[in-house]
């Protein structure tokens, strides 16, 4: 299908899910696709507090190389699309499931990061979170406090930022479009946020559980198509 000609417009509110396929093209793997994360390791180790709490160490070696990947990836043509799509309609929200900061250094204002931000760090002590750019040589890191610091990423099984799915829901509720972006679409309550939409387009090189049931399913890239959209 190709990409719906003129469908937003200066006056359109526009409501953007995305996910890990969106930084896809800036060279940072997905987590279900050909090479994802949760091909090649457990989740329930990486991405729970429970295997935290077992290897605090692991999981702080995973993300902290993580960390180092993502500062060496620059926004792409669909992190761009998506800012430039911010300036041009009547009203835009961002939701987004990534926690690499690409739409933040592409210039979007207006983001909701459902899963927090891997920049960010969380004692566990004192609960002061702070952000944290530089690389942790020690690891666990420790907060001046004496407490474990975590990842400010949301993990399986816990809730979401306070207030976080609230707006998201009242942006998709209140646009004309919900754009979907690089998402499998798996995970909720994020992807319960589609069937909230009037009209829905699906961008993924690959089918969804959803893509029968959306107005405009697009295959292919979002740093193709993203660009085609902006009015
Ligand atoms: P997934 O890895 O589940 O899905 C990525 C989607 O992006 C797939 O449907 C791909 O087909 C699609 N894709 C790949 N390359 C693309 C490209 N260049 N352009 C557009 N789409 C592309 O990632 P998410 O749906 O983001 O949560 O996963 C949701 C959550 O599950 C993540 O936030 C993370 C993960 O576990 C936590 O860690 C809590």
Known sequence: MQPPNGLLKPSSKVAVLTGAGVSA??????????GGYWREHRFEDLATP????R??????????ERRRGISRARPNA????????????AAFTLITQNVDGLHDLAGSKNVIKLHGDIWTVRCLKCGRERIERS?????????????MLRPGVVWFGEILPEGAMERATAAVR????????????????????????????????????FSDDVAYSLRGTSAEILPRLVP
Not at 78 to 89: D, F, I, Q, S, T
Request: charged share 20%.
């Open 135 to 147: 690389e942790l040589n020690e690891l666990p890191p420790y907060c001046a406090c004496g407490g």
């Open 25 to 34: 093209e800036s060279g940072i793997p997905t987590f279900r696709g050909n």
């Open 55 to 64: 290897d605090p160490k692991f999981v702080w070696t995973w993300y902290e």
């Open 174 to 209: 209140a646009a004309d479009v919900l754009i979907v972006a690089g998402t499998s679409a798996q995970v909720y309550p994020a992807a319960g946020l589609i069937p909230m939409a009037r009209t829905v387009i699906e961008i993924n090189p690959e089918a969804t559980g």
């Open 50 to 53: 429970e295997g935290f709490a």
């Open 78 to 89: 669909g992190h761009v699309a998506l800012a430039e799509m911010e300036k041009r309609v």
